[in-house]
């Protein structure tokens, strides 16, 4: 300390001898105070000026904090307007040319006037020392200071006890402040709030702010070392307590929980007939569990890893049933006609039939393995079935009775809405609450290693970024792969080639087609009328009394009333709402008879249905909507099957666009658009005025609008529809037709025939025009059907208006009438 420091008895004195003007140091991220000895470094070159010269004189510098800290050269308007004098003590210039400075600071004030920037800042200052009052509040925040001061201590190992010795005895307010916030570690900006606040009470308030928050950090955090140390403590001592007892069992020759529960899974694990990877896993896992205390976290998660191992059915087989004739007993039993599908299954139990009695099995279990594929599993054959068809035609129903028929357990798992591929493959065991995937969940929940799996809803999978669930269910439904389905969880091989698969879906075209390559597709088209009578005779109504907790001979249905609930009442392919019907009637007899209301028998005639059912909910409409030139009658495939659709047609005032309406997909356009410029094309052969489209808008309109519909074999009737308008000749109203156009006029065949000529006789109509290519799908339509109907084979657009449009001489006549 320099000679002249002593003459600073007290504040005044300081204030005489500092001048007004003093040159300006700019500090990053440091605040100092009044009374704080403080060493800093100097780099910048004119920082560094600033102090040598400084050095010379009397060693006086102004010390301001930067606003800003990333800025290399801050100018007056980037630093605080309130700062220390300091009394710059020593210098020691370093080998990088920077200056190590040891500075202490002597009083507050305040930068009025800025008369220098270069070589360095200066100021005209003004000091601004506080005033210190002594009252009550002054003293309670002093108290209030010295006791968070001592708790600061005590809470900081860094902080040596001697120092509150020293603090208690700063009686000076102002000082005291100074001294704490100094040793404090604040921000820059709260530092610089307490500089500048004037008063001392203010000051005092804001650093007892400071110091609570300070003290209540470092005390959760000395808590929650606190509670770690002890966690670890508890673990250390449970350890050694738990070596302890194991010493103590095993001098008892007593074996401890895990011991016991390592000896139950080994003999699981030799019980399960588990393949040899399995097993070698298996014991792998083991040998970790039994190394791990019961409370490690891993512990239940190796459990549970093993008893999904231990509890799969490796080696578990359901013994089929190879009489064909109790399978064709059972599947005539649960089902109606469905010729096709009951004579695959037949034709699934004769072949594996054969090959047991005729050795073929054992002789390629002992021949040598071929390269391509394992001659155990050539006995799948491929049974992967996959029943496609329309809602409530019985394919759910369908395959639990193949597996009555064939001995076998049943399970089921929907894939509608199925968007996550850990859904068939699981996920890996490094989640948390990772599970195998619902292949392997239902492989072990029936209990054996071949039931009859069925996959309902094939068509509806979805795809996300989480993966493609039918790309997964390439290898599950591959009989060239499966034999070695690899599950996430599992991470080992198990053989799914013994599962007959058996896929569902409304469609086929939505069915990727790698997975459609890898089954066999079966068809339910829907039913018709006559085969929905046999079924609800011999089935639904049946069933339908004894849900409804009725008798036998206390309800008869005649056919007529089952025909009216099927014409007037459903409007489907399938038999669902049928039954739904005749339960609605069972339900009401059910009522009248627990009331008392009947004696005997009730037999339900056509007026009963109608007391019962209420008004008709479906119409003959093809005829109120052709009546009018301008309306075809179509026929189209949705997922719920066969369906009549009118295309209608109308003219107005325009220019001379083509508007289509009705949610039409883009083939649709394009046969709207094919159909127009046709019927362009041949105006003289259709007598039809070659300007019928000047100054004309035509507008095509398939109801009903809110429905999507695409694909071309609307393409005839939206022809027949623009001739009909033109002309001026109705459609006939019994006549329905499909098939795609060309531009030349030629009919191109189509899909789904079956399916549309069923749709038009539920319809009421009587002729359906169908492309002549598709004289060979006819053949798959019911015989009852084809007998009650006319078919119109066409090769042309003009065979289709010969058998759509009315005569001529019709119209005329009718105009005239």
Not at 3 to 31: C, M
Request: charged share 30%.
């Amino acid at each position: 300390m320099l000679p002249w420091l002593n003459l600073f008895s007290d504040q005044e004195d300081a204030i005489k001898i500092i001048p007004g003007e003093l040159p300006i140091l700019p500090l990053r991220n440091t605040v100092i105070f009044p009374s704080a000895v403080t060493p800093i470094v100097v780099g910048i070159p004119r920082s560094v000026k600033l102090v040598e010269e400084a050095v010379e004189g009397n060693r006086l510098i102004g010390l301001v904090a930067m606003q800003d800290p990333s800025i290399e050269t801050p100018g007056p308007g980037q630093v605080y307007q309130v700062g220390t004098v300091g009394l710059i003590h020593k210098v020691i210039k370093g080998s990088d040319e920077n200056l190590q400075v040891i500075i202490q600071g002597i009083e507050r004030f305040q930068i009025k006037e800025w008369i220098q920037e270069k070589p360095y800042l200066k100021a005209q200052i003004e000091l601004a020392p506080e005033q210190v009052e002594e009252s009550v509040e002054i003293e309670a925040l002093r108290r209030s200071l010295l006791d968070l001061t001592r708790r600061l201590v005590s809470l900081t190992p860094q902080l040596p006890d001697e120092i509150m010795e020293f603090i208690t005895r700063v009686e000076n307010p102002r000082y005291l402040i100074y001294l704490i916030a100094a040793n404090l570690r604040i921000e820059v900006a709260e530092a610089q709030d307490i500089l500048a606040l004037d008063g001392v009470a203010d000051k005092m308030r804001k650093l007892v702010s400071i110091l609570a928050q300070e003290v209540e950090v470092l005390e959760l955090g000395k808590k929650i070392q606190s509670e770690a140390q002890s966690e670890m403590e508890k673990a250390q001592r449970d350890y050694f307590l738990r070596e302890q007892l194991k010493a103590i069992k095993k001098e008892l020759g007593e074996a401890d929980e895990t011991t016991l529960e390592v000896q139950e899974y080994r003999q699981k694990i030799a019980e399960s007939g588990m393949p040899e990877e399995a097993e070698k896993e298996a014991l792998r896992e083991l040998g970790r569990l039994e190394k791990m205390p019961p409370q490690a976290a891993e512990y239940s998660v190796i459990k549970t890893y093993l008893d999904w191992l231990t509890d799969l059915p490796w080696q578990t087989l359901t013994e089929d049933n190879l009489d064909i004739a109790h399978a064709r007993q059972v599947l005539d039993e649960d089902h109606y006609d469905l010729t096709d599908i009951k004579d695959r299954m037949l034709e699934f139990l004769a072949v594996r039939k054969l090959r047991l009695e005729r050795g073929i099995d054992e002789e390629e279990e002992t021949a040598e393995e071929g390269p391509e594929l394992s001659p155990v599993h050539r006995d799948a054959q491929a049974t992967v079935l996959c029943f496609i068809g329309p809602p409530g035609t019985g394919k759910t129903s369908l395959g639990r009775s193949v597996a009555h028929a064939l001995g076998r357990k049943f399970t089921r798992m929907s894939l509608g809405g199925v968007r996550d591929e850990a859904e068939i493959r699981g996920h890996r065991r490094t989640y948390i609450g990772a599970l195998p995937g619902r292949i392997i969940q239902a492989v072990k929940r029936v209990g054996t290693r071949n039931p009859v799996f069925m996959l309902d809803e094939v068509d509806k999978i979805g795809a996300d970024w989480r993966g493609d669930p039918s790309s997964a269910l390439l290898e599950v439904l591959d009989p060239q792969q499966n034999c070695s389905f690899r599950d996430h969880y599992l991470d080992v091989d198990f053989d799914l080639s013994q599962v007959m698969f058996i896929c569902t879906g409304n469609l086929l075209e939505p069915i990727p087609p790698p997975l459609r390559d890898r089954m066999e597709i079966l068809t339910l088209d829907g039913y018709t009328e006559y085969e929905k009578i046999k079924i609800a005779q011999g089935y639904l109504i049946p069933r339908q009394i004894r849900t409804n907790g009725l008798r036998p001979d206390e309800i008869v249905l005649e056919e007529a009333a089952l025909r009216a609930i099927i014409r007037d009442h459903t409007h489907e392919s399938g038999v669902r709402n049928l039954e739904r019907e005749i339960g609605r009637v069972c339900r009401k007899v059910a009522t009248q008879v627990a009331a008392g209301e009947i004696e005997g028998s009730l037999t339900i005639t056509t007026e009963k249905v109608r007391e019962f059912l209420g008004k008709p909910k479906y119409f003959f409409e093809a005829a109120l909507r052709t009546a009018q030139p301008g309306v075809a009658t179509g026929l189209a495939v949705t997922p719920a099957g066969g369906e009549v659709l009118f295309i209608e047609a109308a003219q107005m005032p325009g220019k001379e666009q083509l508007i289509l309406t009705g949610q039409l997909g883009d083939v649709m356009q394009e046969s709207a658009r094919i159909a127009l410029s046709y019927v362009r094309a041949k105006t003289d052969e259709l007598e039809i005025p070659p300007n019928f489209f000047e100054g004309k808008d035509i507008h095509l309109h398939v109801p009903a609008g809110a429905t999507p519909k695409d694909g071309p074999s609307a393409g005839v009737a939206m022809a027949t529809a623009l001739v009909s308008l033109l002309t001026g000749r109705s459609v006939r109203a019994d006549v329905g037709m499909t098939g795609e156009i060309t531009l030349q006029g030629q009919v191109l065949p189509i899909g789904g025939t079956k399916q549309k000529v069923l749709a038009a006789h539920r319809a009421g109509l009587k002729t359906v025009v169908v492309p002549q290519r598709n004289e060979a799908d006819l053949d798959d339509v019911p015989e009852d059907v084809r007998e009650e109907m006319t078919f119109v084979l066409a090769e042309t657009i003009d065979q289709v208006l010969e058998a759509g449009l009315e005569k001529a001489s019709e119209v005329e006549l009718a105009k005239a009438a």
